[in-house]
Each structure stands twice: as structure tokens, then as C-alpha cells.
């Protein structure tokens, strides 16, 4: 069987395409790598990091060569590990910050010092072993000194810092300028440069400058192979924050690594806002809503529009049958304990189903669902709320009888304690109405005064809970065991309503016109 044969030149134009598409494939690597950080943190991206490391010393021991252009083979530790190591660090700048990078970096250091003590405790376990090293190749894993571990460290670090000054130097450059250059340019430059320091750094101080071989368009291709990935991935990242956000992660100065007070104090304030505009939405909807709702709103702002928002929501009215009766007839210490075990019970209901409480009027509750918080199935939600608020009044008549307190209204001829619920579903507008010194969250429009009259109607129809016809067809199955009343007319409109009664056998209807 023949054997396919290559030119030398073909040879050696493969040689360096698979080189560069191994170092890119690596690179990706890392970078999904660092997409795991939601789960797992930037852990995975250290490790990374750490066996990098552990490869350069392998690689520098026993010189793995790579195809370069320009002539020669310079080591593989220059032209792979060390621009994959120093990408990672462009990841974390970039997307991370500046404290977390010099975190970064110094971690970095701290292992590069750790491989320098493994390789003179290696050397020294060979120079104890009895053989002769230089039989089995090995007498290069003796050449370590203190001066050369020094070197390499400071070398690897001024890589890294030059690394994080030319790119956003770069990126500086291209906003001033307002040139539309991708992240890979800025970051290709920033590799190579970064790679160049390495090994001027090393040659200079180990006064071997005369032996420095730079050849900087091997070093461009291999690093605009590792910033391939990565520059794809920083640019899909920032298209997803917003502009602010944006602004905020690229408008650095180049020297922010060495010179961070400016810049930690522009967090520092950027956090004393949040926090001050954290506390206010928890000052404000955490007299509406359960707590957990608020930290929804918390975690997704987007849902929360101050100052008017047009929404499709669900709105519940209630309030207690024979209220004005029972007020004058009971000590205002008696009514105001009544209504709050009545209040404490109700709200607990709502908070169950996420629905806002919008006020406590009187003995009227004001509820709404689907505002602050966007809920598709903000009728269901009023539906499933208003026959738990009267299963919970149930459970209250029986506590009421237990304890004696039911005897008031019954010595009033309100044979127990009863509440009338209305439900609407339509469009209003919600949000904060009031001055600069006191504000209310309120929902406004034709809707809330439909869902006070259908409340309204329970009197009429001898009811105790009443949904409109849009409430049923929105709730879908939740309100199939609601029954049709058929049209009714509304008070101050033209056209009528068709209402929905809540049917229950434990609960006799009232009879009608009953005193309210």
C-alpha cells in the first residue's frame, strides 16, 4: 500500500496549521472553562493554571520544540503554554476585574515559586539516586539555581502585568479613536508583547540579552490562534451587559494593575448606590408583597418600572359582610384586633400566591397580581387566592367559636363572620403616584373600578365570591368549578359584566341584598 509523501514545504505548512489549531482548541478550552463559573467558580480556571504551570516545567526540562515561522524551533513553552497561561489572566481582567486579576496573577506567582522548590527538590532526589544521570538523559533536571528561578519568576510576572497594560491600552486607544477593532487585535497585540517582556526580561537578567530570540510573527500566529476563543467570547459576554455595565468594564486606565485607588473607589461608591437602591425597593414592596417577592424583584430589576407601567393584571377586592354593624356595636380596641387576625390571616393567603397588597382601607383589602412581578398566570393566581381567603375565614369562624368571640355578631343576628370577594382581570396602569416626600404603589384604570363593582354585585346575587367572564377564560382550568351568573349590569357602564360564582355547599349563599 503506498504512502503519501509530502513535500518538505507542504510538510512543514501542516506542521504549523495542526500546531496553531492545537494551541486555539486549548484556549477554548479555558475559556469554557470559565463559562462554568456560575457553578463552580473561577476554580476551574486556577487549576487550569496550575497545571499549565506544571507543563512549563516539563516543557522547559525537556524541550519539546514547536513549528515557528521565521527559522528554527523555539520551545513549545513559549510559543503554547505561556500564551494560554497568560490568556487566562485576560479572561479574568476582562470579565472579572482588575482586584480579581491581581489575585489571579499572584496565585501564578505563588505556583511558579512552588515548581521552582519542586525542581531543586527533583534535582536533588537525582544527585542522591546513585546513577549517572547523563546515561538516561536526565542531567538538565540538575541544572537549577537560585538566580535562574528568581529570574524566571520575575519574568513570568512582568509578562503578566505588560500582558494587562497593552490590552487595555489597546482597547483605550480604539475607543478614544472610535475604531470599531475586535477584542482580538487588542489582545493578539497584548500576547505577543507579553510574550516578547518574558523572554527579554529572562535573557536580560541572566545576561544572555546577545542570545534573545524574538521571532515576533511566530509569536503574532500563536497568539492570535489563543486569542481567537477567548477575544469571541469576551465580545458575546459584553453584548450581553448593558451599556452602563459595559462602559464601566472597558474605560480603564491602562495602568489600573499597578494604580488601583482610583478605581476601587469608584466601586466603592458604585456599591454604596446599589446597596442604598436595594434598600429602597425592599423599603418600599416589602410592605406589599412577601419577602421572597421582593428578592425576585431584586434579582431581575427589568420587572420593576417606577412611575407608571402599562400591565395586564388581576385585581381582587374583599371586604367583610356586615363591617358597619359590627364597628359600631364592638370597642375600637375590639375592631382593631379583629381586623388584624382577619388582615393577618388574608395577607398570608396572598403572600402564598405572590399577589401585591396594594392597601388596607377600612375593612377592604386591595390586591393584585401580575405587578410588580410579571406573572403569565396572574388570574389563576387570583382565583386560587380568592377560595383560600375563604377557606381561611372558614378556619377563622371556628376559631371564633371556640375562644367566644363569634357571640358578638351573633348577638347581633350576623349568624357569623363572612367576607364578600370580587375579581377583574384587564389592563391598568401600575406604579409609584405621590410627590418627592410621600409616595404610594398603586394600580390606576377602568379595570380596578370593574373588579370593586363585581365585589359589589355579591349583595345582588346572595354570593360571597364573584369573578368576571376574562377572569375565568384567563384562569383556564383553575375556575372550572365556577359557575355563570350570567351578564350583569354594572354600575356607571353602558355595557354589563358576565360573572363567575363561586360555589360551595359548606357555604349557603346569603340570600340576597344583605346588609354590607
Known sequence: MATLVLPPFLGRLMDLLLFHVEIAALSAVLVMLYASRVRLGLAPLYVAAGLLMGFMLIGSRIKIPAPIVGGGHERYVSMGHLPLLLVTIALVYTLEGTKEARKFIAGIVVVKVLINGMKALVAWRLLNSGIDVEIYGRDRWLRVGLQSSVVSTLAILAACVSLVVVYQAGINASRRWRLRIPFVVPLTLALVAAMLVDGTVYSALTGRLHKLNTYVVAKFLAGFAVAGPAATFIAWQL?????????????????????????????????????????????????????????????????????????????????????????????????????????????????????????????????????????????????????????????????????????????????????RIGVHTGRVVVGNVGSETRTKYAVIGDSVNIAARIEQMNKKLGTWALISGVTRDAAGDMAQSWTSLGEQAVRGRSEGVEVFGYVDSERPAEGGDSAG
Open 239 to 419: 453584548r450581553r451587559t448593558p451599556a452602563d455595565v459595559r462602559s464601566g468594564v472597558l474605560e480603564r486606565s491602562a495602568l489600573d494593575m499597578v494604580t488601583l485607588t482610583r478605581r476601587l473607589k469608584q466601586m466603592d461608591a458604585a456599591l454604596h448606590k446599589s446597596q442604598e437602591q436595594v434598600a429602597h425597593v425592599k423599603q418600599v414592596f416589602g410592605r406589599y408583597v412577601a419577602p421572597d417577592v421582593v428578592e425576585d424583584i431584586l434579582a431581575d430589576a427589568s420587572q420593576l418600572e417606577l412611575g407608571g407601567a402599562v400591565r395586564d393584571v388581576t385585581i381582587l377586592f374583599a371586604d367583610i359582610r356586615g363591617y358597619s354593624t359590627l364597628s359600631e356595636h364592638m370597642s375600637p380596641t375590639q375592631v382593631i384586633g379583629l381586623l388584624n387576625e382577619y388582615f393577618g390571616a388574608m395577607s398570608d393567603i396572598i403572600d402564598a400566591n405572590r399577589g401585591t397588597i396594594i392597601e388596607f382601607e377600612g375593612d377592604a383589602i386591595l390586591a393584585v397580581f401580575g405587578a410588580p412581578l410579571l406573572q403569565p398566570d396572574h388570574a389563576a393566581r387570583a382565583v386560587r387566592t380568592a377560595e383560600g381567603m375563604l377557606t381561611a375565614v372558614d378556619m377563622l369562624n371556628r376559631r371564633w367559636d371556640a375562644d367566644g368571640t363569634s357571640k358578638l355578631w351573633q348577638s347581633l343576628a350576623i349568624p357569623d363572620f363572612r367576607i
